[in-house]
C-alpha cells in the first residue's frame, strides 16, 4: 500500500479532495498537527540509528565524565 500526503490551505479543497476520493473507491482520512509530527520524529529516529547499539552503562559513564 502507497499513501499520499497532501496539505491544503482551505477547508473547501479539502472537502472537495475528500469527496473525490471517496467518489474514487479510496480510503481517507485526516492528519492532526501531533500526527504529522509524530511521523517526522519517526523518520528522524530511524534515518539516525546507523550506529550500533550502546548500553546504558556506557552512556551513563560518558554522561558522568562531563558533570
Excluded: P
Aim: glycine content about 6%; aromatic content about 8%.
Amino acid at each position: 500500500m502507497q499513501s499520499i500526503l497532501i496539505d491544503l490551505n482551505s477547508q473547501k479543497d479539502m472537502s472537495f479532495l475528500l469527496e473525490f476520493v471517496k467518489r474514487m473507491g479510496y480510503k481517507s482520512r485526516i492528519l492532526t498537527d501531533e500526527e504529522k509530527e509524530d511521523m517526522g520524529l519517526l523518520k528522524a529516529m530511524k534515518e539516525g540509528r546507523k550506529g550500533q547499539y550502546v548500553s546504558r552503562e556506557t552512556v551513563m559513564k560518558k554522561l558522568d565524565k562531563w558533570l
